[in-house]
């Protein structure tokens, strides 16, 4: 059996294969890059669903998309749902611009992944709470993993790719859809 992991981010690959390889899932997971619609929202699990839903009406597959953002309580959770979109046009640097005269620093992580077979539509998040650095630090990772500090720890995540693989947002929401997938797949065998 297969599932297919809609991204054209091929990190994001990578690091969920890793999730699915730790907890033996059954099923193959296979990347597609799909064109998608990505609707404009406030919430994260509202654009991962209509994104799920988007990419089963062309594939006709059972599938699963993620959405993530990182949300800063300085900036009022900005970048948050425009995270790929802030990261691709001012990046880590324009970030840590805005934030140069803030104390608090506290940020969070927050990731959605939606599953659909075109019958069911579930969703499943992950949290990581933490701070962001006063600079760049690290070359492992991707996106702003340079200036996100996991709360209890002194490395970025792009310091320590170990760590973030550990506790990242995207770990916690796939971990809880291996969870659902393994009692899916017993039930679609």
């Known amino acids: 059996m297969k599932i297919i992991f809609c991204t054209g981010n091929k990190n994001k690959f990578e690091e969920v294969k890793k999730i699915f390889e730790e907890y033996n899932v059954s099923a193959k997971l296979v990347r597609k890059n799909v064109k998608i ?3 404009q929202s406030e919430s994260l699990k509202e654009i991962s669903r209509v994104k799920a839903i988007s990419a089963f009406e062309k594939l006709h597959k059972p599938l699963f998309v993620e959405d993530a953002g ?10 948050g749902v425009y995270s790929s979109y802030v990261f691709k046009t001012i990046g880590c640097k324009g970030l840590l611009t805005l934030l140069q005269n803030e104390k608090d620093r506290s940020a969070y992580f927050k990731a959605v992944v939606t599953f659909t077979d075109g019958k069911i539509l579930k969703s499943f998040s992950g949290i990581c709470k933490g701070s962001i650095a006063k600079k760049e630090r690290g070359n492992a990772g991707f996106g702003f993993d340079p200036i996100f500090i996991p709360a209890g720890y002194k490395q970025t995540f792009a310091e320590n790719l170990e760590l973030k693989n550990k506790l990242s947002h995207r770990k916690m929401a796939v971990e809880r859809l291996v969870k659902f997938l393994k009692n899916y797949f017993k039930q679609v065998k």
């Open 70 to 79: 990182l949300f800063i309580k300085a900036l009022n959770g900005f970048p």
């Open 37 to 39: 619609c990505e609707i």
